[in-house]
């Protein structure tokens, strides 16, 4: 059974930084695609970042292009996104989901829908205060 273990979050002041990590336990996970999602109190779930592990390409929504950036460390089958310049519309629990992507790898960025990824994570509190 594929499992998701996340850390990271926490409280920052508007302007602070935080990083993320998610590991999964597998033995594939040159072909998993990688995501973030996060949700708001009242709010729908939203995809905002997503990786394809076999090649490292990246996908990032507008709101949060420029400030967050993924990294990887294939090694110990771990993603990082570090999230900078956070403001209080990132306020959310964030929950990291994955999906062995086997055979359509390249096509993984910017696929952030739910349905895309059937390993789901705990989620991690973020909180920014202004």
């Known amino acids: 059974q594929v499992q998701l273990v996340e850390s990271g979050g926490g409280a920052v002041q508007a302007g602070g930084s935080l990083r993320l990590s998610c590991t999964v336990s597998?033995?594939?996970?040159?072909?998993?695609?990688m995501a973030w999602f996060r949700q708001a109190p009242e709010k729908e779930r939203e995809g905002v970042a997503n990786?394809?592990?076999?090649?490292?390409?990246?996908y990032y929504i507008d709101s949060v292009k420029g400030r967050f950036t993924f990294s990887q460390d294939n090694a110990n089958n771990t993603i990082y996104l570090q999230m900078n310049n956070l403001n209080s519309d990132d306020t959310a629990m964030y929950y990291c989901?994955?999906?062995?992507?086997?055979?359509?790898?390249?096509?993984?960025?910017?696929?952030?829908?739910?349905?895309?990824?059937?390993?789901w994570g705990q989620g991690t509190q973020v909180t920014v205060s202004s």
């Open positions: 597998t033995w594939t996970f040159s072909t998993y695609c």
């Open positions: 989901a994955a999906v062995d992507a086997s055979g359509y790898g390249r096509t993984c960025p910017g696929r952030l829908k739910s349905w895309h990824y059937n390993y």
């Open positions: 990786i394809y592990i076999g090649d490292g390409t990246a």
